[in-house]
């Protein structure tokens, strides 16, 4: 799997597959590359109401930190458990296997927010 | 300089390039003298001038060795038996000769390379797994600064881990006093309460929350008792426990894992370190499985090379203030290795029975003497003990003290009634025998080790029944010819100074002369307990008093404390003096901490331990301090302004012009000027930090001073300042008085912003510092600050036209190190920066520093010590592997195989029958005639990183996966 037209994306680098009120979150292959070979993934549990632009987890390399941050406001209603006992997929298939958490918002509408690019837009802002 | 000089004095020894070596480096760049090369490159508003130094002349070696002598006859070493964490033990004569007096071993770097570093990685992989059986716990680190800081780190990182919102760290009334003293600094400092508690009275108050509680294993007094209701009650309350645990008593004592312990802290001395006045020694922190991420300082692991097969490394390295900064598990950047080695060698030589043998021992002389007190009319305080008596004396502890004084024994005062005393592996019948007479026991003709069962004073449920120390290597060396060889074996691995150049940015890998080491291991400096009288210690203080003079006289300061025992202590102690300052004059809200983006790492992290606010002010293009931001970010701050940390010259290698209208700025808004002093070595007797703005700075005695690295400690470092901040620099509650303090028995604090558990940090090793600077007198140390400009100039003229310099000051000169810019050419060739540096191992030499202070750079420091001839090797492999590069990029070699990718080449690689490589084995080999005449062997293949992160072992793995 690759990134798709329609995914959404982040100035952080992260990108947003929505259906209905809960998007999937990930970091972008960009991200993935620029952190190097992932080896840890800490994410927030079940259940934790996240706020958009707050840290909610780490995802750590051999030699640097990202910082997972949540791109909109919510409950967290999943967390990659294969992504935590196999940190590699964040580098194997950042698109795929490779997501971090699903957060149900309140209402749909906020997935239509400034703050989030559409791809052409995500892909100027890395110089693609 | 006379003609001549360069041969006859040490000066000329020290500094690697002679005058004509020097003329023609000169002429390269285009100037006459080293003098012009320096005032083109440093701002005519820092330049010093001309100026009397107050250091005295340079001394000849024979000279300073011959004052050494008379310092070292100074101190008078009675048996100590203080104890109190420091108790005297029998180094064995092969670990001394063959680790701590040999080159192979001290003067190793950090294993930031693992692929030339198996030796000592191995070495500490021992200590690691030595600590974990030993407190039966699942993980050691390798190793902390001391047991004192340990145990605050300990509290720290039950803070992290503990889901308690309390703020309330429960503390055992019966720890070390030194241990006290820092935790209650540390925590004022971070606003965490302490509560203190006589367990065995008062266990812990359910009605307090807190998020955890350290408890002495055994007690400061010596008593031992079964800590495992404490320890299930704060773990009932989600708190986490801290044990700090002696090692030798835990061979005979139930481990502190066993009883349910998150956390054990101690130190490694009486494992074959000299007390050395109080260091250097290896601390230790071992956890139980869960909090590896959490845990601060280095961690050694295993992991696999490009073979398959197991090498070690450091592991999560990412915990660590180089790439977290202010949000690191701790500002601790470097470990007490070679201490650590030591001590790991010493279990390896004596192995569990060996070990357990000299426990008992001691157990058991400290039974004897518990019966000769009492038969001498004293009153034996616990009824339960290990190594420790704290007596009620039977006249006054004041004649106690000065009856085992009379026969040669320091016995420690508690208060007028109160002496407590330790036993220790040197404790020999002759002793008893002695302490008996002054016990005033006349009951018996003769006394000796107690041969009772050791449940008539120790509790049976405290025993301990469980193995330790099982692996084959604490179990094979037990003779010196097998010990001899296995140290040998594993030095044979590492590249050290002794092999070549190591040219090491930000570093300073300058030669660490045989007569500076000489006075390290005289008894005079390595049998004195740290909290030994005054009198007894008087050659220890004249020689700190002194080397503190001098450290004040070439930075500008007025005062100086030589207690920080590394780098990130003397930032946190110069900015906890800048925070209480900014206290005692009633400014609480000036907490704001100014820090550039290319900072180091360490001084975030240290200024958040300081309780300070971390701002970031950004750096132009040129890699300088941005004024305009600056500017901006002061006003934005200006009342709560606490300090600006700049380093000087900066991280980038490079004398900022604007260092003045900096310090101002931050001046004129109130704010304190700290600066880094990392990079001394490139500014001393040109300029001083007193003179251009500086309030406070810590200097780093292991690189600008000559202490040698050890392979990642120890290191010392000092901190220095003005006189309004004189007032806040470390004290220590059991200091001794230096001649010509102004400290006195009465008006001193008790312990003002302490920050290592020994008064004078690492007394041992400062005899280096002081024959360096007493050898060299005020010119040498200016000749070789000019010297080391000289040869990273030298280096960055000569690489320019083949990898760009990142960045350089005025009239395009670098100051002590120089950043190589690789992007350009991994862009084109995409041959990276790890490519080079594992090359470098195959031509012989140790890479530069990678990736620091900017990705996908080098960053090249030669240091003055290393002659032309050197400096030109290094420069031909490095235009030499360029070429290999273009290789790539043209399509001779294939991008997945080439020499490159492939480096380090071992020997293994090059037996093999099929070689499937479009290059030939010599070029993998022998790319160059020095590496043919002189040839370095990597006894691994390049390492994999990821793979040893993701599957985290950190002790010596079982012989069969070395199949």
Known sequence: ?128 | MKAGDSLTGFAGRHIGTGPEAQSQMLQLLGYDSTDSLMAAAIPASIQLGEVTSKLPEAATETEALAELRELASKNRVLRSMIGLGYYDTFTPAVIKRNVLENPSWYTAYTPYQPEISQGRLEALINFQTMIAELTGLDTANASMLDESTAVVEGMLLARRASSVESNTFLVDQDSLPQTKALLEHRAAALGIQLHYTAYDQSPPPGDIDVFGAFIQYPGSSGRVWDPTEVIDAVKAQGGLVVVAADLLALTILKPPGEMGADIAVGTSQRFGVPMGFGGPHAGYLAVRTGLERQMPGRLVGVSKDADNQNAYRLTLQAREQHIRREKATSNICTAQVLLAVMAGMFAVYHGPVGIKVIAERVARSTRALAHAASEGGHTVQHGNYFDTLSLETVRSADDLVSRARDAGYLFFKVDDNHVQFSVDETTSNTDLQNLARVLGDESSESIEASQLDLETWLPGSLLRNSEFLTHQVFNSHHSESSMMRYLKSLADKDYALDRGMIPLGSCTMKLNAATEMEAVTWPEFGGVHPFAPAHDVAGYLELIAELQDWLAEVTGYDAVSLQPNAGSQGELAGLLAIRTYHLSRGDDHRDVCLIPSSAHGTNAASAVLAGMKVVVVACDELGNVDLADLREKIAEHASNLAALMITYPSTHGVYEQEIRAITDAVHEAGGQVYIDGANLNALLEFSRFGQFGGDVSHLNLHKTFCIPHGGGGPGVGPVAAKSHLAPFLPSHPLAQILPGSSDSEQGRPAHRNIVSAAPFGSPNILPITWAYIRMMGGDGLKRATASAVLAANYIAKQLEPHFPVLYTGKNGLVAHECILDLRPLTERTGVTVDDVAKRLIDYGFHAPTMSFPVPGTLMVEPTESEDLVELDRFIDAMVSIKSEAEKVADGTWSATDNPLVNAPHTTAILVEEQWSHPYSREVAVFPSKHSRSHKYWPPVRRIDQAWGDRNLFCACPPPESFA
């Open chain 1, 1 to 128: 799997m690759s990134a798709g037209k329609d995914l959404k994306y982040t100035a952080e680098h992260e990108w947003l597959s929505i259906e209905g009120n809960v998007a999937t979150i990930g970091i972008t292959d960009y991200a993935a590359e620029k952190l190097g070979d992932v080896v840890f993934v800490d994410l927030p549990k079940v259940g934790a109401k996240v706020e958009s632009g707050r840290v909610v987890g780490e995802i750590e390399s051999t030699k640097s930190v990202g910082e997972l941050f949540a791109p909109v406001s919510g409950t967290v209603v999943e967390a990659n458990a294969e992504v935590i006992q196999a940190p590699e997929l964040v580098n194997d298939d950042p698109f795929g296997t490779g997501w971090m958490i699903k957060v149900e918002v309140e209402n749909a509408s906020v997935f239509a927010s400034e703050d989030l690019m559409d791809e052409s837009a995500y892909k100027a802002l890395v110089g693609e």
